[in-house]
């Protein structure tokens, strides 16, 4: 499955983003999907993740209550809804494609495919 992340851009301190991963591939369903996103001179850490059916969700306390993690199958995508965003937030956001049962959903070593990065720029 090949994944293209999309929706970044510069945004105030309160706003509001909506990320896209859009995936293609017929096998798009069979896999969990995951949003990481690395800061200059950090590691890419975990955000959010969806189970293959959409049945369970997985959120870092960072952005519990801000984000929203949501697919639909049928279009291949997956999205984050980004509410509230804080400066920290900045950062370069990937989606990640995650074989179900190998390894944590929340661990970036696990993932199989990932699509290139979207930049999210919250000013103050």
């Known amino acids: 499955v090949q994944l293209q992340a999309s929706g970044g851009g510069l945004v105030q301190a309160g706003g509001s983003l909506r990320l896209s991963c859009a995936a293609s591939g017929r096998t798009f369903g069979r896999y969990d999907i995951g949003w990481f996103r690395q800061a200059p001179g950090k590691e890419r850490e975990f955000v959010a993740a969806?189970?293959?059916?959409?049945?369970?969700?997985y959120y870092a306390d960072s952005v519990k209550g801000r984000f929203t993690i949501a697919r639909d199958n049928a279009k291949n995508t997956v999205v984050l809804q980004m509410n509230s965003l804080k400066v920290e937030d900045t950062a370069v956001y990937y989606c990640?494609?995650?074989?179900?049962?190998?390894?944590?959903?929340?661990?970036?070593?696990?993932?199989?495919?990932w699509g290139q990065g979207t930049q999210v720029t919250v000013s103050s």
């Open positions: 990640g494609a995650h074989v179900p049962g190998l390894g944590n959903l929340l661990n970036t070593g696990n993932y199989a495919h």
């Open positions: 969806i189970t293959w059916s959409g049945g369970s969700t």
